[in-house]
Nanobody, 124 residues
Framework: QVQLVESGGGLVQAGDSLRLSCAAS????????MGWFRQASGKEREFVVA????????NYADFVKGRFAVSRDNAKNKVYLQMNSLNPEDTAVYYC?????????????????WGQGTQVTVSS
């Protein structure tokens, strides 16, 4: 079956960096757009970034403002999210998701598969 497994979350201080990873199995990874979303406690899940099948197309949420960078390695079936200059507002559970369609979509309900999430906590 399809599995997406995130890792790399943790507790950091404001200004620090983290690199999240998402390992995919059970699907033809290079056929899927991969997205990162996040959900803070008591809030709706929100779009962070989507990356196209070859990695050449990327769509970031406005709040990223150059702090985050997404990449993927199709040979390893992995997608990464490098997060720099973290602030307490970035505290959330971060999820990776897979979408078989070609568009870099931003709505969670448009994605086909989800990981279980990894907690990122940024202290001030």
């Amino acid at each position: 079956q399809v599995q997406l497994v995130e890792s790399g979350g943790g507790l950091v201080q404001a200004g620090d960096s983290l690199r999240l990873s998402c390992a995919a199995s059970g699907l033809p990874f290079s056929n899927y757009v991969m997205g990162w979303f996040r959900q803070a406690s008591g809030k709706e899940r929100e779009f962070v970034v989507a990356i196209g099948q070859s990695g050449g197309r990327i769509n970031y949420a406005d709040f990223v403002k150059g702090r985050f960078a997404v990449s993927r390695d199709n040979a390893k079936n992995k997608v990464y999210l490098q997060m720099n200059s973290l602030n307490p507002e970035d505290t959330a559970v971060y999820y990776c998701a897979a979408d078989l369609h070609s568009f870099l979509r931003v709505r969670p309900d448009e994605y086909d598969y989800w990981g279980q999430g990894t907690q990122v906590t940024v202290s001030s």
